[in-house]
């Protein structure tokens, strides 16, 4: 009896197709903020989503390390943080890499700072909701379709 009910529940697990995205065709991203709660809940949110890979961390410098090493699509990158803020993160990574930039905040007064200027390639409210997050992320990386390091 038990293992016709095993039988049966294999037979309906092989028979439905898998909706799980494959893990080499999901976009890869890394976000850095000094607030490691936050960090968990949207890594939790975004990668259930299924349409992005999100490492994150708290450290600067853990955080250009993981960029000069990996090949992320996108990058997160939090405006307020306790040793400096985004926009002086993104001139040392413009150093070697052209990664999409987005970066997010609690305040909105960053909104003010001229993105060109500052080498973000987008804002959101770090309050957003993580769908909106993942469409900006998403939309980053089609737009610039694939980031190359800078020599």
């Known amino acids: 009896m038990k293992l016709d009910n095993i039988k ?4 309906n697990l092989t028979s439905e197709p898998m909706k799980v995205k494959p893990k080499e065709d ?3 991203a890394i976000l850095l903020d000094d607030d490691s709660i936050f960090c968990k809940l949207l890594k939790k949110d975004v990668e259930d989503k299924g349409n992005l890979q999100l490492e994150t961390t708290c450290s600067v410098e853990t955080f250009l390390s993981m960029v000069k090493l ?3 699509d996108v990058c997160l990158i939090d405006y307020d943080l306790y040793e400096t803020t985004g926009v002086d993160v993104i001139h040392r990574m413009r150093e070697f890499s052209n990664i999409p930039a987005l970066l997010i905040s609690s305040s909105q007064s960053v909104i003010r700072v001229d993105g060109s200027e500052s080498h973000f390639d987008d804002f959101l409210s770090k309050w957003s909701d993580p769908e909106e997050i993942v469409e900006h992320s998403l939309e980053l990386c089609r737009e610039n ?3 190359i390091a800078v020599s």
């Open 145 to 147: 379709g694939d980031a």
């Open 26 to 28: 999901m976009k890869k």
């Open 70 to 72: 990996n090949n992320y």
């Open 8 to 11: 049966t529940a294999l037979k």
